[in-house]
Protein backbone atom coordinates (compact mmCIF):
# COMPACT_ATOMS: atom_id res chain seq x y z
CA UNK A 1 0.00 0.00 0.00
CA UNK A 2 1.22 3.73 -0.90
CA UNK A 3 1.83 6.45 1.70
CA UNK A 4 1.77 8.67 -0.98
CA UNK A 5 -2.21 9.19 -0.83
CA UNK A 6 -3.33 12.29 -2.34
CA UNK A 7 -6.89 13.43 -0.47
CA UNK A 8 -8.88 15.31 -3.25
CA UNK A 9 -12.30 16.40 -2.22
CA UNK A 10 -14.79 13.77 -2.10
CA UNK A 11 -16.94 12.97 -5.23
CA UNK A 12 -20.32 12.15 -4.10
CA UNK A 13 -20.03 8.73 -5.24
CA UNK A 14 -17.01 8.34 -2.88
CA UNK A 15 -19.39 9.98 0.09
CA UNK A 16 -22.58 7.51 -0.72
CA UNK A 17 -19.81 4.29 -0.25
CA UNK A 18 -18.44 5.95 3.07
CA UNK A 19 -21.87 6.13 4.28
CA UNK A 20 -22.80 2.54 3.03
CA UNK A 21 -19.88 1.72 5.32
CA UNK A 22 -20.87 3.61 7.77
CA UNK A 23 -24.30 2.06 8.42
CA UNK A 24 -22.20 -1.35 7.87
CA UNK A 25 -20.11 -1.08 10.80
CA UNK A 26 -23.25 0.43 12.74
CA UNK A 27 -24.81 -3.48 12.71
CA UNK A 28 -21.43 -5.26 13.76
CA UNK A 29 -21.33 -5.89 17.47
CA UNK A 30 -19.15 -7.52 19.54
CA UNK A 31 -20.21 -10.06 22.28
CA UNK A 32 -17.71 -8.27 24.33
CA UNK A 33 -15.37 -4.87 24.41
CA UNK A 34 -13.29 -6.51 21.54
CA UNK A 35 -13.95 -4.12 18.51
CA UNK A 36 -11.13 -1.71 18.07
CA UNK A 37 -11.21 1.65 16.39
CA UNK A 38 -8.52 3.25 15.53
CA UNK A 39 -8.16 7.08 14.54
CA UNK A 40 -4.96 8.35 13.38
CA UNK A 41 -4.54 12.63 12.58
CA UNK A 42 -2.54 13.22 9.43
CA UNK A 43 0.56 15.14 11.96
CA UNK A 44 0.41 11.85 14.23
CA UNK A 45 4.17 9.90 14.16
CA UNK A 46 3.02 6.30 12.77
CA UNK A 47 5.67 4.78 15.31
CA UNK A 48 4.48 6.41 18.42
CA UNK A 49 0.84 5.08 17.49
CA UNK A 50 2.81 1.77 16.57
CA UNK A 51 4.27 1.56 20.08
CA UNK A 52 0.78 2.47 21.92
CA UNK A 53 -0.85 -0.34 20.43
CA UNK A 54 1.93 -2.58 21.63
CA UNK A 55 1.22 -1.15 24.69
CA UNK A 56 -2.08 -2.04 24.63
CA UNK A 57 -1.41 -5.50 23.08
CA UNK A 58 0.59 -6.39 26.20
CA UNK A 59 -2.16 -5.21 28.61
CA UNK A 60 -4.57 -6.96 26.59
CA UNK A 61 -2.30 -10.03 27.68
CA UNK A 62 -4.20 -9.92 31.51
CA UNK A 63 -7.35 -9.73 29.89
CA UNK A 64 -9.02 -12.62 32.07
CA UNK A 65 -11.69 -14.02 29.60
CA UNK A 66 -9.78 -16.18 27.63
CA UNK A 67 -12.02 -15.57 23.81
CA UNK A 68 -11.65 -12.09 24.81
CA UNK A 69 -8.02 -11.61 25.22
CA UNK A 70 -7.49 -14.11 21.91
CA UNK A 71 -9.83 -11.55 19.76
CA UNK A 72 -8.62 -8.26 21.44
CA UNK A 73 -4.83 -9.57 20.66
CA UNK A 74 -5.67 -10.80 17.48
CA UNK A 75 -7.54 -7.48 16.30
CA UNK A 76 -4.01 -5.54 17.46
CA UNK A 77 -1.68 -8.00 15.20
CA UNK A 78 -4.12 -7.43 12.32
CA UNK A 79 -3.82 -3.57 12.88
CA UNK A 80 -0.02 -3.28 13.32
CA UNK A 81 0.37 -5.52 10.75
CA UNK A 82 -1.34 -2.93 8.04
CA UNK A 83 0.82 0.21 9.62
CA UNK A 84 3.78 -1.28 8.70
CA UNK A 85 3.09 -0.13 5.23
CA UNK A 86 2.78 3.57 6.03
CA UNK A 87 6.32 5.91 7.32
CA UNK A 88 3.53 8.48 7.68
CA UNK A 89 -0.43 8.82 7.64
CA UNK A 90 -1.81 10.22 4.45
CA UNK A 91 -2.88 13.89 4.13
CA UNK A 92 -6.25 13.76 5.85
CA UNK A 93 -5.40 10.94 8.31
CA UNK A 94 -5.98 7.39 8.45
CA UNK A 95 -9.13 5.28 10.31
CA UNK A 96 -9.02 1.76 10.59
CA UNK A 97 -11.72 -0.52 12.32
CA UNK A 98 -10.97 -4.54 13.01
CA UNK A 99 -12.51 -7.11 15.95
CA UNK A 100 -14.32 -10.22 15.77
CA UNK A 101 -17.65 -10.44 14.79
CA UNK A 102 -19.90 -13.07 15.51
CA UNK A 103 -21.10 -14.80 12.56
CA UNK A 104 -23.85 -17.05 14.41
CA UNK A 105 -25.34 -16.53 17.88
CA UNK A 106 -23.20 -17.95 20.55
CA UNK A 107 -19.09 -17.68 21.06
CA UNK A 108 -16.73 -19.23 18.93
CA UNK A 109 -18.80 -17.92 15.35
CA UNK A 110 -16.69 -14.98 15.67
CA UNK A 111 -14.38 -14.43 12.36
CA UNK A 112 -11.77 -11.58 12.38
CA UNK A 113 -12.91 -8.45 10.00
CA UNK A 114 -10.80 -5.49 9.08
CA UNK A 115 -11.65 -1.81 7.64
CA UNK A 116 -8.82 0.91 6.58
CA UNK A 117 -10.90 4.31 5.73
CA UNK A 118 -9.45 7.49 4.43
CA UNK A 119 -11.43 10.26 5.55
CA UNK A 120 -13.08 13.02 3.68
CA UNK A 121 -11.32 15.60 5.44
CA UNK A 122 -8.68 15.55 7.56
CA UNK A 123 -8.86 14.20 11.26
CA UNK A 124 -8.36 16.48 14.52
CA UNK A 125 -8.13 13.47 16.98
CA UNK A 126 -6.10 10.71 18.29
CA UNK A 127 -8.44 8.15 19.20
CA UNK A 128 -7.75 4.30 20.22
CA UNK A 129 -11.60 2.75 21.64
CA UNK A 130 -11.88 -0.54 22.09
CA UNK A 131 -15.54 -1.66 23.00
CA UNK A 132 -18.68 -4.03 21.99
CA UNK A 133 -19.25 -1.92 18.70
CA UNK A 134 -16.89 0.58 16.59
CA UNK A 135 -16.78 4.51 17.23
CA UNK A 136 -18.19 6.00 14.38
CA UNK A 137 -18.84 9.66 15.13
CA UNK A 138 -16.07 11.59 13.57
CA UNK A 139 -17.02 9.77 10.58
CA UNK A 140 -20.35 10.57 10.48
CA UNK A 141 -19.70 14.51 11.29
CA UNK A 142 -17.47 14.78 8.36
CA UNK A 143 -20.52 13.27 6.32
CA UNK A 144 -22.61 16.04 7.73
CA UNK A 145 -23.07 19.17 5.25
CA UNK A 146 -21.68 21.96 6.94
CA UNK A 147 -23.31 25.23 5.14
CA UNK A 148 -27.13 25.89 5.57
CA UNK A 149 -28.46 29.41 3.89
CA UNK A 150 -31.87 30.63 4.60
CA UNK A 151 -34.61 31.91 2.20
CA UNK A 152 -36.97 34.23 2.40
CA UNK A 153 -39.89 34.52 -0.69
CA UNK A 154 -42.46 37.22 -0.14
CA UNK A 155 -44.95 39.44 -1.61
CA UNK A 156 -47.46 41.73 -0.35
CA UNK A 157 -49.70 38.88 -0.17
CA UNK A 158 -47.92 35.83 1.48
CA UNK A 159 -44.40 34.98 2.67
CA UNK A 160 -42.25 31.71 2.92
CA UNK A 161 -39.39 31.44 5.12
CA UNK A 162 -37.03 28.20 4.28
CA UNK A 163 -33.79 26.86 4.74
CA UNK A 164 -31.49 24.37 2.21
CA UNK A 165 -28.74 22.25 3.40
CA UNK A 166 -26.88 19.83 1.28
CA UNK A 167 -29.57 18.33 -0.64
CA UNK A 168 -32.53 19.21 1.57
CA UNK A 169 -34.95 21.95 1.46
CA UNK A 170 -36.97 22.50 4.37
CA UNK A 171 -39.84 25.08 4.48
CA UNK A 172 -40.53 26.63 7.97
CA UNK A 173 -43.08 28.96 7.91
CA UNK A 174 -45.71 29.89 5.75
CA UNK A 175 -47.66 33.36 6.05
CA UNK A 176 -50.57 35.24 4.95
CA UNK A 177 -51.21 38.68 4.90
CA UNK A 178 -55.00 38.88 4.42
CA UNK A 179 -54.74 42.33 2.85
CA UNK A 180 -57.59 42.85 0.60
CA UNK A 181 -57.38 43.69 -3.44
CA UNK A 182 -57.84 47.15 -5.12
CA UNK A 183 -60.39 49.35 -3.70
CA UNK A 184 -61.77 51.36 -6.85
CA UNK A 185 -64.19 54.14 -4.34
CA UNK A 186 -62.01 57.88 -4.72
CA UNK A 187 -61.77 60.80 -2.44
CA UNK A 188 -61.32 60.02 1.25
CA UNK A 189 -62.42 56.69 1.87
CA UNK A 190 -59.84 55.80 -0.92
CA UNK A 191 -56.88 57.64 1.16
CA UNK A 192 -58.28 55.50 4.46
CA UNK A 193 -58.46 52.40 2.51
CA UNK A 194 -54.72 53.12 1.11
CA UNK A 195 -54.01 53.88 5.08
CA UNK A 196 -55.26 50.94 6.31
CA UNK A 197 -53.58 49.06 3.35
CA UNK A 198 -50.11 50.21 4.52
CA UNK A 199 -50.66 49.77 8.21
CA UNK A 200 -52.19 46.00 7.35
CA UNK A 201 -48.65 45.59 5.24
CA UNK A 202 -46.66 46.99 7.77
CA UNK A 203 -47.98 44.24 10.52
CA UNK A 204 -47.52 41.45 7.62
CA UNK A 205 -43.69 42.59 7.76
CA UNK A 206 -43.27 42.64 11.22
CA UNK A 207 -44.90 39.13 11.61
CA UNK A 208 -42.38 38.00 8.79
CA UNK A 209 -39.65 39.08 10.19
CA UNK A 210 -40.27 37.91 13.83
CA UNK A 211 -40.95 34.37 12.69
CA UNK A 212 -37.53 34.95 10.18
CA UNK A 213 -35.26 36.15 13.13
CA UNK A 214 -36.65 33.27 15.48
CA UNK A 215 -35.16 30.46 12.46
CA UNK A 216 -32.60 32.16 11.27
CA UNK A 217 -30.98 32.82 14.86
CA UNK A 218 -31.26 29.55 16.19
CA UNK A 219 -29.31 28.17 13.22
CA UNK A 220 -25.42 28.12 14.33
CA UNK A 221 -23.96 27.28 10.79
CA UNK A 222 -26.09 29.72 8.98
CA UNK A 223 -23.91 30.84 5.41
CA UNK A 224 -26.13 33.51 4.08
CA UNK A 225 -29.78 34.24 3.23
CA UNK A 226 -31.30 35.27 0.12
CA UNK A 227 -34.25 37.20 -0.36
CA UNK A 228 -36.73 36.84 -3.40
CA UNK A 229 -40.17 37.45 -4.45
CA UNK A 230 -41.97 39.14 -7.68
CA UNK A 231 -42.08 42.99 -7.30
CA UNK A 232 -41.28 45.43 -4.82
CA UNK A 233 -41.85 43.97 -1.51
CA UNK A 234 -38.96 42.46 -0.99
CA UNK A 235 -36.72 45.50 -1.07
CA UNK A 236 -39.42 47.29 1.21
CA UNK A 237 -39.19 44.66 3.83
CA UNK A 238 -35.27 44.92 3.66
CA UNK A 239 -34.72 48.56 4.04
CA UNK A 240 -37.56 48.46 6.75
CA UNK A 241 -36.68 48.05 10.51
CA UNK A 242 -38.24 43.99 10.36
CA UNK A 243 -35.11 41.72 10.64
CA UNK A 244 -32.95 41.49 13.59
CA UNK A 245 -29.11 42.96 12.74
CA UNK A 246 -27.79 39.98 13.17
CA UNK A 247 -30.01 38.25 10.46
CA UNK A 248 -29.66 41.44 8.13
CA UNK A 249 -25.98 40.71 7.82
CA UNK A 250 -26.74 37.46 6.64
CA UNK A 251 -28.21 38.87 3.91
CA UNK A 252 -25.77 38.05 0.63
CA UNK A 253 -28.66 38.98 -1.93
CA UNK A 254 -32.06 39.72 -3.87
CA UNK A 255 -33.25 38.18 -6.44
CA UNK A 256 -36.42 38.79 -8.67
CA UNK A 257 -38.62 35.94 -8.73
CA UNK A 258 -41.81 34.89 -11.23
CA UNK A 259 -43.68 33.66 -7.98
CA UNK A 260 -44.14 33.52 -3.74
CA UNK A 261 -45.04 30.51 -2.80
CA UNK A 262 -42.59 27.00 -2.65
CA UNK A 263 -42.40 27.48 -6.43
CA UNK A 264 -40.95 30.92 -5.91
CA UNK A 265 -38.61 29.09 -3.25
CA UNK A 266 -37.55 27.09 -6.44
CA UNK A 267 -37.30 29.75 -8.60
CA UNK A 268 -35.25 31.40 -6.38
CA UNK A 269 -32.56 28.65 -5.98
CA UNK A 270 -32.16 28.19 -9.72
CA UNK A 271 -32.21 31.93 -10.09
CA UNK A 272 -29.53 32.39 -7.51
CA UNK A 273 -27.38 29.42 -8.19
CA UNK A 274 -23.82 31.25 -7.72
CA UNK A 275 -24.90 32.41 -4.09
CA UNK A 276 -24.95 29.10 -3.16
CA UNK A 277 -21.56 27.84 -2.91
CA UNK A 278 -20.82 24.44 -3.03
CA UNK A 279 -24.73 23.20 -2.26
CA UNK A 280 -25.57 20.00 -3.52
CA UNK A 281 -29.00 20.95 -4.13
CA UNK A 282 -28.41 23.28 -6.81
CA UNK A 283 -25.82 20.61 -8.29
CA UNK A 284 -27.55 18.19 -8.67
CA UNK A 285 -30.60 20.06 -10.05
CA UNK A 286 -27.94 21.54 -12.62
CA UNK A 287 -26.51 17.63 -13.59
CA UNK A 288 -30.00 16.68 -14.19
CA UNK A 289 -31.16 18.91 -15.95
CA UNK A 290 -27.86 18.78 -18.25
CA UNK A 291 -29.23 15.25 -19.01
CA UNK A 292 -32.52 16.09 -20.21
CA UNK A 293 -31.29 19.35 -22.27
CA UNK A 294 -28.82 16.43 -24.32
CA UNK A 295 -31.90 14.64 -25.03
CA UNK A 296 -34.21 16.96 -26.15
CA UNK A 297 -31.45 17.89 -28.27
CA UNK A 298 -29.57 14.71 -29.73
CA UNK A 299 -31.48 11.74 -27.98
CA UNK A 300 -28.15 9.33 -29.57
CA UNK A 301 -25.99 10.96 -27.06
CA UNK A 302 -27.90 9.83 -23.58
CA UNK A 303 -29.61 6.43 -22.36
CA UNK A 304 -30.87 5.44 -19.59
CA UNK A 305 -32.27 2.34 -17.46
CA UNK A 306 -29.81 -0.28 -16.24
CA UNK A 307 -28.96 -2.77 -18.98
CA UNK A 308 -28.65 0.14 -21.52
CA UNK A 309 -26.16 2.22 -19.05
CA UNK A 310 -24.31 -0.90 -18.46
CA UNK A 311 -23.78 -1.68 -22.00
CA UNK A 312 -22.36 1.87 -22.69
CA UNK A 313 -20.43 1.78 -19.37
CA UNK A 314 -18.65 -1.43 -20.76
CA UNK A 315 -17.77 0.51 -24.14
CA UNK A 316 -16.22 3.27 -22.51
CA UNK A 317 -19.01 5.42 -23.82
CA UNK A 318 -20.18 7.59 -20.68
CA UNK A 319 -18.92 10.77 -19.82
CA UNK A 320 -21.37 11.54 -16.83
CA UNK A 321 -23.27 8.59 -15.41
CA UNK A 322 -26.20 9.66 -13.05
CA UNK A 323 -27.60 6.89 -10.40
CA UNK A 324 -30.46 7.34 -8.19
CA UNK A 325 -30.00 7.13 -4.70
CA UNK A 326 -33.34 5.58 -4.28
CA UNK A 327 -32.78 2.77 -5.98
CA UNK A 328 -33.02 -0.58 -4.68
CA UNK A 329 -31.65 -2.70 -7.07
CA UNK A 330 -28.88 -5.41 -6.40
CA UNK A 331 -26.57 -7.10 -8.53
CA UNK A 332 -26.29 -10.69 -7.88
CA UNK A 333 -23.26 -13.04 -8.55
CA UNK A 334 -24.55 -16.51 -8.93
CA UNK A 335 -21.05 -19.68 -8.85
CA UNK A 336 -20.30 -22.77 -9.50
CA UNK A 337 -17.01 -23.83 -7.11
CA UNK A 338 -16.50 -27.29 -9.17
CA UNK A 339 -16.44 -26.40 -12.65
CA UNK A 340 -16.29 -22.40 -12.34
CA UNK A 341 -19.91 -21.77 -13.78
CA UNK A 342 -21.15 -18.23 -13.16
CA UNK A 343 -24.10 -16.06 -13.71
CA UNK A 344 -25.19 -12.81 -13.27
CA UNK A 345 -28.72 -11.26 -12.10
CA UNK A 346 -30.11 -7.93 -10.97
CA UNK A 347 -33.52 -8.15 -8.55
CA UNK A 348 -34.78 -6.12 -6.53
CA UNK A 349 -33.45 -6.21 -2.41
CA UNK A 350 -36.73 -7.18 -1.45
CA UNK A 351 -36.34 -10.45 -3.94
CA UNK A 352 -32.84 -12.03 -2.75
CA UNK A 353 -34.42 -14.21 0.16
CA UNK A 354 -36.41 -16.19 -2.50
CA UNK A 355 -33.16 -16.35 -5.42
CA UNK A 356 -31.22 -17.41 -2.34
CA UNK A 357 -33.71 -19.91 -1.96
CA UNK A 358 -34.27 -21.04 -5.65
CA UNK A 359 -30.49 -21.50 -6.14
CA UNK A 360 -29.71 -23.57 -3.12
CA UNK A 361 -32.50 -26.32 -5.37
CA UNK A 362 -30.43 -25.83 -8.12
CA UNK A 363 -28.20 -27.53 -9.98
CA UNK A 364 -24.81 -26.17 -11.99
CA UNK A 365 -26.37 -26.16 -16.03
CA UNK A 366 -22.81 -27.00 -16.54
CA UNK A 367 -21.68 -29.79 -14.27
CA UNK A 368 -24.97 -30.53 -12.61
CA UNK A 369 -22.97 -30.13 -9.33
CA UNK A 370 -25.32 -29.60 -6.21
CA UNK A 371 -22.44 -26.68 -5.06
CA UNK A 372 -24.24 -24.06 -7.20
CA UNK A 373 -24.49 -20.93 -4.63
CA UNK A 374 -24.81 -17.53 -4.48
CA UNK A 375 -21.33 -15.78 -4.49
CA UNK A 376 -21.82 -11.74 -3.78
CA UNK A 377 -24.20 -9.22 -3.98
CA UNK A 378 -23.82 -6.07 -4.53
CA UNK A 379 -25.62 -2.80 -4.74
CA UNK A 380 -26.37 -1.67 -8.30
CA UNK A 381 -25.53 1.75 -7.63
CA UNK A 382 -21.75 0.51 -6.28
CA UNK A 383 -21.47 -2.21 -8.98
CA UNK A 384 -22.28 0.46 -11.77
CA UNK A 385 -20.31 3.18 -10.26
CA UNK A 386 -17.44 1.18 -10.06
CA UNK A 387 -17.30 0.30 -13.07
CA UNK A 388 -17.91 3.92 -13.92
CA UNK A 389 -14.80 5.02 -12.37
CA UNK A 390 -13.13 2.52 -14.36
CA UNK A 391 -13.15 3.63 -17.41
CA UNK A 392 -13.26 7.16 -16.86
CA UNK A 393 -16.91 8.47 -16.30
CA UNK A 394 -17.84 11.20 -13.78
CA UNK A 395 -19.91 9.29 -11.35
CA UNK A 396 -22.71 11.00 -9.40
CA UNK A 397 -25.22 10.10 -7.02
CA UNK A 398 -28.22 11.84 -7.37
CA UNK A 399 -30.62 12.50 -4.18
CA UNK A 400 -34.81 11.96 -4.38
CA UNK A 401 -34.83 15.57 -2.51
CA UNK A 402 -35.60 17.36 -5.89
CA UNK A 403 -37.98 17.56 -8.24
CA UNK A 404 -35.41 16.47 -10.76
CA UNK A 405 -34.04 13.68 -8.45
CA UNK A 406 -37.39 12.49 -8.83
CA UNK A 407 -37.90 12.21 -11.82
CA UNK A 408 -34.42 10.57 -12.91
CA UNK A 409 -35.68 7.88 -10.60
CA UNK A 410 -39.39 7.25 -11.87
CA UNK A 411 -38.97 8.62 -15.39
CA UNK A 412 -35.89 6.88 -16.36
CA UNK A 413 -34.97 4.17 -13.65
CA UNK A 414 -32.63 5.62 -11.08
CA UNK A 415 -29.94 5.02 -13.96
CA UNK A 416 -28.74 7.10 -16.69
CA UNK A 417 -25.77 8.79 -18.40
CA UNK A 418 -24.55 11.04 -20.95
CA UNK A 419 -22.23 9.98 -23.49
CA UNK A 420 -19.34 11.12 -25.26
CA UNK A 421 -20.28 9.35 -28.51
Known amino acids: MSEEVEVKERTSFEKYKLRKLIEELENKKGFHTELISLYIPPDRSI???????????????????KATRKNVMEALRSIMAKLKYFSRPPPNGLVIFSG????????????????????????????????????????????EEKDTYGIIVLD???????????THLEVYKKLTSGIPGKHTAGGQSQRRFERLIEQAGHEFFKRVGEHANNVFLSIPDLKGIVVGGPGPSKEKFIEGDYLDYRVKQKIIGVVDTSYT???????????AETLFANLRYTEEKRLVQKFLEVLAKDDEKVTYGEREVR??????????????????????????????????KTTREEEL????????QRNCPKCNSSLLAVKEVKGIIEELGELGEQTGAKV???STETEEGQQL??????????LRY
Not at 47 to 65: F, M, P, Q, R, W
Not at 104 to 129: A, C, D, N, R
Not at 156 to 166: F, L, M
Not at 353 to 360: D, T
Open 396 to 398: EVI
Open 100 to 143: AIPTGSTQGTEKLEFWMVVPPEPIKIYKYHCDSKFYLDPLKEML
Open 311 to 344: EALVQGRVDVLLLSEGLDIVRVTIQCPNCGYTEE
Open 261 to 271: GEPGIKDLIGK
Open 47 to 65: SDVTNYLKEEYGTAANIKS
Open 156 to 166: KSEAHIATVKG
Open 409 to 418: KQAFKGVAAI
Open 353 to 360: AQIHSEVA
